[in-house]
C-alpha cells in the first residue's frame, strides 16, 4: 500500500545536537511538507517542497534545514539554532491540485524532546 | 493570506447526542476545504474534503460538513456521538490554484461523555 513513512517514531537531542527526521513516501506525489505541532497551536509549516531539488521556506522555517534530493525522500534537519525543538513533527506530501483524488497523506509523525 | 478559524478550542457532548465543529475560512477564493481526525501521538487522518464538486460533503465515520460560501464556513458535523469519536479535530484549507500550502486551524478536542 502506498502512504509516508517517518523515521524515528521517538527522538532524543541533546543541547547543541543536530537531529534528521526521515519521510519517504512512496505515492508518486510531487509535494512534500513537514510540519511542527505544539499543543494550542495547530499545525505550523517550517518547510515545503513542490519539485525534487527546491524547496521554500514555511511560516517557522528559523533553526531548521530540508533536501529533496530525490522525489520520494525530503528529510528535515533540526539544528541547534532551533531554541525549543521539542515538538511533534508531521510529514505530509500532496498531488496536484487538478486531480480528482487531490488531497494531503500524511506520516505517523515523530515526537522530538531535547533531554 | 489564507487563514482558518475553528470556534471552541474543545467540545464536549454525551454519546448519542449531535457533533457539531466549527470552522471558518478566509480566502477571496473558495478554497479547498478539509477536515481532519487526530488520535493522540498518531498521524492526521482525512475526514472529509470539499473540492467545489458538491456543497454537502460525506466523510468516513459518519461525519458529513456542509460548503457555505455566504457564511465563509464549513462546520463538520455527526448526528450522533459514539465513544470513539473522541480525539482531536483540524479544519484546513488550501489554495486552489497551484499547489496549496494548506493552512490549519487550531484545532478542537472532542470529549464524548457515557
Known amino acids: 500500500d502506498g502512504g509516508i513513512t517517518q523515521s524515528p517514531k521517538y527522538l532524543f537531542r541533546k543541547e547543541g545536537q543536530n537531529v534528521t527526521l526521515s519521510c519517504e513516501q512512496n505515492?508518486?506525489?510531487?509535494?512534500m511538507y513537514w510540519y511542527r505541532q505544539d499543543p494550542g497551536q495547530g499545525l505550523r509549516l517550517i518547510y515545503y517542497?513542490?519539485?525534487?531539488?527546491?524547496?521554500q521556506k514555511g511560516d517557522i522555517a528559523e533553526g531548521y534545514s530540508v533536501s529533496r534530493e530525490k522525489k520520494e525522500s525530503f528529510p528535515l534537519t533540526v539544528t541547534s539554532a532551533q531554541k525549543n525543538p521539542t515538538a511533534f513533527y508531521l510529514c505530509?506530501?500532496?498531488?496536484?491540485?487538478?486531480?480528482?483524488?487531490?488531497?494531503?497523506?500524511f506520516g505517523s509523525g515523530t515526537r522530538l524532546t531535547v533531554v | 493570506a489564507q487563514s482558518v478559524t475553528q470556534l471552541g478550542s474543545h467540545v464536549s457532548v454525551s454519546e448519542g447526542a449531535l457533533v457539531l465543529l466549527r470552522c471558518n475560512y478566509s480566502?477571496?477564493?473558495?478554497?479547498?476545504l478539509f477536515w481532519y481526525v487526530q488520535y493522540p501521538n498518531q498521524g492526521l487522518q482525512l475526514l472529509l474534503k470539499?473540492?467545489?464538486?458538491?456543497?454537502l460533503v460525506k466523510g468516513i465515520n459518519g461525519f458529513e460538513a456542509e460548503f457555505k460560501k455566504s457564511e465563509t464556513s464549513f462546520h463538520l458535523t455527526k448526528p450522533s456521538a459514539h465513544m470513539s469519536d473522541a480525539a482531536e479535530y483540524f479544519c484546513?484549507?488550501?489554495?486552489?490554484?497551484?499547489?496549496?500550502?494548506?493552512?490549519f486551524g487550531q484545532g478542537t478536542i472532542l470529549t464524548v461523555h457515557p
Open positions: 484546513a484549507s488550501a489554495g486552489g490554484t497551484s499547489y496549496g500550502k494548506l493552512t
Open positions: 480566502s477571496s477564493v473558495p478554497p479547498y
Open positions: 505530509a506530501s500532496s498531488n496536484s491540485p487538478g486531480q480528482t483524488n487531490y488531497g494531503y497523506t
Open positions: 505515492l508518486n506525489h510531487d509535494a
Open positions: 470539499y473540492t467545489s464538486a458538491a456543497t
Open positions: 517542497s513542490q519539485i525534487v531539488n527546491d524547496f
